[in-house]
Nanobody
Framework: QVQLVESGGGLVQPGGSLRLSCAAS????????MGWFRQAPGKEREFVAA????????AYADSVKGRFTISRDNAKNTVYLQMNSLKLEDTAVYYC?????????????????WGQGTQVTVSS
């Protein structure tokens, strides 16, 4: 069993920054890829970013490319999402996901454990 706990969400003005963290426990964190997804009200959960098990490869949704950065610290069993230049449309609940494979994937079907989510609200 894997437990994922996200933190770092909050209210921020457009153009601002936030850093999300996700602490994992219960399994070998460094053996799998990790991902971040988000879900806005009335919309389906969508892929945001993913990182391979050693952090060598990353992938981003086009909507966040150049603004968001995913990273991980395997010694701390933690994955991060640095979000810069935030926009109104970034408002959503952000979920951390524990991958079912070693390589990065953008489909939620390739992740078998999820955190409880953290709210990010971008508003002026």
């Amino acid at each position: 069993q894997v437990q994922l706990v996200e933190s770092g969400g909050g209210l921020v003005q457009p153009g601002g920054s936030l850093r999300l963290s996700c602490a994992a426990s219960g399994r070998t964190f460094s053996s799998v890829s990790m991902g971040w997804f988000r879900q806005a009200p009335g919309k389906e959960r969508e892929f945001v970013a993913a990182i391979s098990r050693l952090g060598i490869s990353t992938a981003y949704a086009d909507s966040v490319k150049g603004r968001f950065t995913i990273s991980r610290d395997n010694a701390k069993n933690t994955v991060y999402l640095q979000m810069n230049s935030l926009k109104l449309e970034d408002t959503a609940v952000y979920y951390c996901a524990f991958g079912a494979t070693t390589t990065i994937r953008s489909s939620p079907d390739n992740y078998n454990y999820w955190g409880q989510g953290t709210q990010v609200t971008v508003s002026s």
